[in-house]
């Protein structure tokens, strides 16, 4: 176990503190912008989904970001990992799963910070415009907002807790797959391409779930297949 | 003893016909020794090491101990490579807080020694490092692992000549009786005074294998012996000269 540990605390040696970096920037960079305009709009209160349009835009590219650092590995990794006490797929497994933790942190953090917000916007409004549904109406009418807390639409929260699984395996599979066979993150860069244009979620939106759930599984099932086949087989690689 | 038995490597790119990088290798190698692997660009010895380390797939058998090598006693065989394998983003400490956990038999008061010897900064990450001072790191990490056998492929590429000698000679001082090092390198003059036995390798197939204490008591040296065995012409570049200035008329 002692062998495994050394491979999960490496990883988080490795990336824990750059993604909680990225995500403490992202949060100030959304306060700073959301406060910003909100200070600045004087008597009017500016519409929320206004405010919110430059967060949405932050999150995904803070996104973005997680993602692709958790699929970048260096090249010089390849001859610690293959000759570890423990399987490159057991490697890869414990990867995946701390990619999952962040993926998920990044989903806590972002909803949060949108909570914090909102709860801000809603204070700085005048008694009449405000109620104590305020909020509550905010997650449900806002398609940003449904997609980070759906209330009551579990759908949501399976499709995202769904997407964090497949997301991180498949940024924990890509980097052992490109060491055997020299391919590109195409899939897996499609399933994050498709989770940023999906993620903001209007109520019982059962095609575009439906449509990220299947590109999640497709993902799951192919880089599971991978993931069973490369144990099978040492890399061939060129001289 | 790690043997090495019938060993056969074959590299395949497109449609070209497959080009064969080991050819039938065998060999023993006992502990204790210190091994020189010579050969020309593209002789195999990269390939015979990831081949040992089970890095690529391979025909033949390796053993360790008559055991084949896997998970349970791959902690046995350490690697420097000069195209690294450490992680540029982690510091010293963060590689020996790793290797120190996965390997259990790993040497702390060796590396504290190699890394104090070679003055490299214990809190700066390896991205940060120089050439020089990244190959020293590599072997470091190799030799304090723990391991039995110890394979160097070219590790000092780019290191200079002082930083070199001073390197064997500590490498000598350091070693204990059962530890093995496996050294490929083209610095045949400059490992000659340190090396036990040499392995020749020619396109894959192993040419030579010779100890020096039987090369010193035949009165020769394992340079003229490596010359030997390649078929080495003392006057090529005389007749290649001459060849070339033939017929040019004085000015």
Redesign the interface.
């Known amino acids: 176990m002692?062998?495994h540990?050394?491979?999960l605390?490496?990883w988080a040696?490795?990336k824990l503190g750059k993604v909680f970096g990225l995500l403490v920037l992202m949060a100030v960079f959304e306060a700073a912008l959301f406060g910003g305009r909100l200070l600045r709009a004087g008597e009017d209160p500016p519409l929320l989904e206004d405010l919110l349009w430059g967060i949405s835009i932050l999150c995904a590219a803070t996104f973005l970001a997680v993602f692709a650092l958790l699929c970048w590995e260096?090249g010089?990794?390849?001859?610690?990992l293959?000759?570890?006490?423990?399987?490159e797929e057991a490697v890869v497994l414990w990867s995946a799963a701390c990619n999952s933790v962040c993926l998920l942190a990044l989903w806590a953090v972002q909803t949060a910070a949108a909570l914090a917000l909102c709860a801000w916007y809603a204070a700085s409004l005048p008694p009449e415009y405000a109620s104590g549904q305020t909020l509550f109406l905010a997650f449900y009418r806002l398609e940003f907002l449904h997609g980070l807390l759906p209330l009551a639409d579990w759908g949501v929260y399976l499709r995202n807790l769904f997407l964090a699984l497949a997301l991180g395996f498949g940024a924990a599979v890509q980097p052992y797959r490109y060491r055997r066979s020299g391919k590109l993150p195409l899939l897996p860069a499609a399933l994050a391409a498709a989770t940023v244009v999906l993620f903001p979620q209007e109520t019982a939106n059962f095609q575009d779930n439906l449509t990220l759930l299947l590109l999640a599984l497709l993902l799951l099932v192919r880089y599971g297949g991978y993931l069973i086949q490369g144990r099978r087989?040492?890399?061939?690689?060129?001289? | 003893m790690l043997e090495l038995k019938n060993l056969y490597k074959d590299y395949r790119a497109g449609h070209i016909s497959p080009q064969k990088a080991l050819d039938g290798v065998s060999v023993a190698i006992g502990p204790g020794e210190i091994v020189g692997l010579f050969g020309e660009n593209g002789a195999g010895k990269t390939t015979l090491m990831k081949c040992i380390l089970g890095l690529i797939r391979y025909r033949g058998e390796v053993l360790l101990d008559g055991e084949p090598v896997t998970r349970r006693n791959i902690a046995r065989l350490s690697f420097a490579t000069c195209e690294h394998s450490f992680f540029p983003a982690l510091t010293a400490e963060g590689h020996r807080d790793f290797y120190r956990m996965h390997f259990p038999r790993w040497r702390e008061k060796r590396f504290r020694a190699l890394l104090e010897f070679f003055s490299l900064p214990a809190n700066r990450a390896l991205r940060h490092f120089s050439t020089g001072q990244k190959n020293q790191f590599e072997v470091i990490l190799a030799l304090s692992q723990g391991a039995d056998y110890i394979l160097m492929d070219e590790p000092f590429a780019g290191n200079d000549l002082f930083n070199r000698e001073d390197f064997y000679k500590v490498l000598l001082g350091i070693l204990e009786p059962t530890e093995t090092v496996v050294l490929s390198t083209h610095l045949l003059e400059e490992v000659e005074r340190f090396v036990s036995r040499a392995l020749l390798l020619r396109r894959g197939k192993l040419v030579g294998d010779a100890s020096t204490l039987d090369l010193e008591e035949r009165g020769g040296s394992l340079t003229a012996y490596v010359k030997e065995t390649y078929g080495y012409e003392p006057d090529r570049v005389s007749r290649a000269l001459d060849r070339l200035t033939e017929g040019e008329e004085e000015p």
């Open positions: 002692r062998k540990l050394a491979v605390a490496l040696r490795l260096p010089e990794r390849r001859y610690t293959g000759r570890l006490s423990v399987s087989g040492m890399p061939d690689e060129a001289a």
